[in-house]
């Protein structure tokens, strides 16, 4: 692996591709780990279309600005910069896509440096590696009957 590499990391859901997009972008705050949050007790949100912003607001009403829809192909890709820190860094990448497989769906992030190249983009990756795995899993518990 060299350090330029993407984080690749994929779940495996029991419903329909167009279920899972929806749930991961309609319903972010219900299932994203407050552990993986900037402020506690905050509110995520994720608008919808190119453009649309991935927010968390604090219950003081501090908002952070982690994000932009780059694409949105619903129900099969959806691409997202993702800004790290205080102050926030060049944006990375982060692409989901929902492939179906029959009665399920796989999701599989690629996490990917971007444009602008980090400093220390393998220790960056390796956070993302492990954060990845917590924030799919949380998805894939929140669709659990």
Known sequence: MSASDPVRQEVRVRCRPDHAFSVFTTRIDGWWPPSHRRFPESTLALGTGVGGALVETSVSGEVHRLGEVVR???PRLLC???RLGAPPT???LAFVRFEDDGEH???KVEHVEGPHALPDW???ATIFR???RHVLDAFAASLEP
Request: net charge positive.
């Open 72 to 74: 949105w192909e619903p």
């Open 80 to 82: 997202f910069s993702w």
């Open 90 to 92: 060049a944006p990375t």
């Open 105 to 107: 769906t796989v999701v």
């Open 122 to 124: 393998a220790r960056t």
């Open 130 to 132: 492990r954060s990845w």
